[in-house]
């Protein structure tokens, strides 16, 4: 389950917590909304197709470095 105030992790970067959902396309999908500092595109931030994605629990005891 996904949680607001999850972290993110793209690739080996963390990039931001969950900050919410997105219900606009309801029922096909649900967007998730990730909230950061860098007010970056993807592009700009190196991220690429087929990067993995991991979220962590925001209680979890996963590395937490940044």
Do not use: C, Y
Request: glycine letters at 16%; a negative charge.
């Amino acid at each position: 389950m996904i949680v607001s105030g999850d972290r993110i992790r793209i690739g080996d970067k963390w990039s931001g917590r969950v900050a919410g959902f997105d219900e606009t396309h309801v029922p096909n999908h649900i967007n998730i909304v990730v909230s950061g500092d860098a007010q970056k595109t993807g592009l700009e931030l190196g991220l690429r197709v087929g990067d993995g994605v991991l979220i962590d629990a925001a209680g979890g005891s996963n590395d937490r470095s940044e």
